[in-house]
């Protein structure tokens, strides 16, 4: 069965540094999405990605933020520079339409800002 | 304020015994409603979803309820098993303008007793 993958599944940082969180959406899936997930807090949409550009971003996905499709597999999440706050996990996610309830999720990397 | 709220956060059931898992939401203008499953350690995984203009809809084992009137969507599991052991939560879908917001809930923490 296809899957969603993410990489590193685990990442620590100094605050401060940037981090750049990997992803391979299931392949013929044309809408990726990022989305995190606070320690014991609900998740939360941070960005979609549609032919090579954000399509929608929350209030969460602030200048820090940026996304990358820099090849034809990958979808990156890069924070330039960490806080504290920022630690949680993020999950990525891919669909084949539009509608993002259809959006099957990759199992999350875990950062954590020190 | 949240939109999307769980009225239970744990849940105990025998194995076999059916399950009932609630959600709250507020935001009328939602088209669509998800539950989500998250194993430990593992990203949500979807499970059913339902339209604004639908009052139920079933899948494998599975039923999803919605009550406009009072705001009110429920998960319904036949027989559960040990393996449905996780965490659901609700979440809400608004398409408004071209632009889709997704609002997720906390979660229920559902324990299966053997």
């Known amino acids: ?114 | 304020g949240e939109s999307v709220g769980l009225h239970l956060p744990t849940l105990s059931v025998q194995e076999g015994d059916n399950s009932i898992i609630n959600c709250a939401y507020s935001n009328s203008a939602s088209d669509y409603f998800i539950w989500y499953k998250q194993e430990s350690g593992k990203g949500p995984q979807f499970i059913i979803d339902i339209r604004s203009n639908m009052d139920k809809r079933q899948g494998q084992r599975v039923t999803v309820l919605l009550n406009k009137t009072v705001k009110h969507l429920s998960l319904q599991i036949a027989a559960t098993q040990p393996g449905d052991s996780a965490v659901y939560f609700c979440a809400e879908n608004m398409d408004s303008g071209g632009y889709q917001k997704v609002t997720f809930g906390i979660g229920t923490k559902l324990q299966v007793i053997p």
């Open chain 1, 1 to 114: 069965e296809p899957e969603v993958t993410q990489t590193p599944s685990h990442q620590v940082t100094q605050m401060g540094q940037e981090v750049i969180l990997r992803c391979v959406p299931i392949s013929n899936h044309l809408y990726f999405y990022w989305y995190r997930q606070i320690l014991g807090q609900k998740v939360e949409f941070l960005v979609s990605f549609y032919n090579n550009e954000i399509s929608e971003k929350s209030e969460i996905f602030d200048d820090q933020f940026s996304v990358e499709r820099p090849d034809g597999s990958n979808f990156t999440l890069k924070i330039r520079s960490t806080k504290l706050e920022d630690s949680a996990m993020y999950f990525c996610a891919s669909s084949v339409r539009r509608l993002n309830t259809e959006a099957f999720f990759g199992q999350g990397t875990r950062l954590t800002v020190v």
